[in-house]
């Protein structure tokens, strides 16, 4: 990784006197899942300083309000997914939230960074444009707040000045009859980014006819927008297959005037139609049915933030000193700022157990515990474990003794070449410490992060299994 200055803060005030000061050479880093990718990718140095606002807790936190509901930018897609409020009042979110990376992913990636970096396939903007959300952006000048629709210029690129800071996203609460969904097209169930996708709200009247319909389709148009063409032709109507597919039709042409015909038309035309009426469908059905809860199983619970004490340094600097509990072993180091937790565990530590495979998030063969919940080692700054407790494969078997997982992966061959095997194993650990029974389905969710190139897929599910019984 390219040489950083790296400062960490702990309120918004101080965050908006760094971008003050450094403006176009500070970069924001929140969970770093796009960040880092970033960095690794870029020839040069991206920006001289890296301003962490993870520690901010004014940052964390979804909170309820008269008729609205603020989402703060440290929220991560695992919280988005488990949390009650969104559940009731903007379900596709939730949705959307669900399907994003893998469980590593989710638990680091912020709705905030998700949004900032304003990739074209990000899998809440959707959902967030549907619900009517706008952005509250705060800097030493001032704060002011913009629709989310208004926010982005093209993929990649957003209004927001380089000292600005995302700090709130707030949407009005669905109303009690509105129905929603999400539906993604990807190459996979994980780790896969959506080809085309779409978010739908629709509240039928007691007459039976469509009162409110709102569609919003991701990777679709050159910026995200409510297609009020296509949502023009439901008001009124009776809800029904035939409506649903003429408005999937609609859009499609939508996308047509908007791009052109492209060697990628040909195939996108008759999907996001498809992907339309079905996200449609599934609004309709929901609203006959009334609404169930989802659950959402097979990952770790969210644990509180951790204690943690701050990093003291009040200037960027290119060295950091971190104290960091490593296999319930405290050590007090000094790394350099743009050292990952993959480098510091195999390069600073010797604890060649965690294994380097693709470093973009992928492979899952570093994964480690970060306070319990699994993270991609590759993907975590190491300044940003300052405080918190790692545990990796070495600090599974206790006083010479294998932990119950190990000693079932050996039973059922579920090592081959064993790449992987570490990775696995603390996805397999973090499941059973929240979820000591877990059915095959939320056993095979939990390890969708991780890649078996030996494709052993049969053994591991079966030996996870078995260790929980
Ligand atoms: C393997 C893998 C799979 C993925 N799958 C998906 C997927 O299925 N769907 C999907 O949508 N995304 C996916 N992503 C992308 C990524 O995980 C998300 O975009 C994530 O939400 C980014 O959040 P973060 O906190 O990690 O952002 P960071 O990497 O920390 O930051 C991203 C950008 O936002 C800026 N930023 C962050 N917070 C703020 C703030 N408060 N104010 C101003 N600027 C800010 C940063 O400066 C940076 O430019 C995937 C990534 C990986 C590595
Ligand atoms: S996910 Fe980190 S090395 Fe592949
Ligand atoms: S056992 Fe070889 S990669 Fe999984």
């Not at 880093?29 to 520690?55: F, M, P, Q, Y």
């Not at 009247?205 to 910026?223: L, N, Q, S």
């Not at 499609?252 to 449609?280: D, N, Q």
Request: with cysteine.
């Amino acid at each position: 990784m390219k040489p950083i200055e790296y400062i960490a803060v702990e309120t918004i005030a101080e965050a908006c006197n760094v971008l003050a000061e450094y403006g176009a050479d500070a970069r924001v880093l929140a969970g770093g899942t796009d960040l880092l990718i970033e960095w690794r990718r870029s020839s040069t140095k991206l920006s001289k300083v890296v301003l962490d606002i993870s520690r901010a807790s004014e940052l964390r936190g979804i909170i309820e309000s008269d008729g609205s509901v603020t989402i703060r930018p440290l929220t991560t897609h695992s919280n988005l997914m488990r949390a009650e409020l969104v559940q009731k009042f903007a379900r596709l979110l939730g949705t959307a939230a669900a399907m994003i990376g893998s469980p590593q992913i989710r638990g680091r990636g912020t709705v905030g960074g998700n949004v900032m970096n304003a990739a074209a396939c990000a899998d809440t903007v959707p959902p967030l444009i549907a619900l009517g959300a706008s952005v509250r952006l705060q800097s030493r000048r001032g704060a002011r707040e913009l629709e989310l629709a208004d926010l982005f210029l093209k993929p990649y690129e957003t209004k927001a000045s380089r000292d600005e800071l995302l700090t709130a996203i707030r949407f009005p609460k669905l109303a009690p009859g509105a129905r929603s969904a999400f539906i993604k097209l990807g190459r996979r169930n994980a780790l896969s980014i959506s080809r085309l996708s779409v978010a739908a709200i629709l509240e039928v009247g007691k007459d039976g006819r469509i009162a409110e319909a709102r569609i919003v389709p991701g990777a679709t148009f050159p910026t995200w927008k409510r297609v009020t063409e296509a949502e023009g032709m439901l008001l009124g109507e009776k809800p029904g297959q035939k409506l649903f597919a003429a408005a999937g039709k609609r859009v499609a042409e939508e996308m047509i005037k908007a791009s052109g015909r492209r060697w990628s038309t040909e195939y996108k035309e008759p999907v996001i139609a498809v992907l339309v009426r079905r996200a449609l469908e599934a609004c309709a059905s929901r609203a006959r049915q009334g609404v169930s809860p989802v659950r959402f199983k097979g990952e770790v619970a969210t644990r509180g933030d951790a204690e943690c004490v701050a990093l003291r340094s009040r200037t960027p600097t290119s060295e950091c000193r971190i104290t960091t509990t490593i296999n319930g072993r405290s050590h007090n180091l000094t790394i350099p700022a743009n050292c990952t937790l993959l480098d510091l565990l195999r390069d600073h530590l010797g604890l060649l157990g965690t294994k380097c495979g693709c470093e973009i998030g992928e492979c899952g063969a570093c994964t480690v515990l970060l306070d319990g919940e699994p993270v991609n080692s590759c993907l975590v700054l190491a300044p940003q474990v300052h405080g918190r407790k790692v545990v990796t494969v070495e600090g599974l078997a206790q006083d010479g003794k294998l932990h119950p997982l190990q000693e079932s992966f050996l039973d059922r061959d579920a090592a081959h070449c064993g790449f992987c095997t570490p990775g696995m194993l603390m996805s397999a650990k973090a499941l059973l410490d929240w979820n000591p029974r877990p059915t095959e389905t939320e056993i095979r969710t939990a390890i969708s992060g991780n890649l078996c190139r030996c494709t052993g897929y049969q053994q591991i599910v079966q030996a996870i299994a078995k260790a929980a019984q």
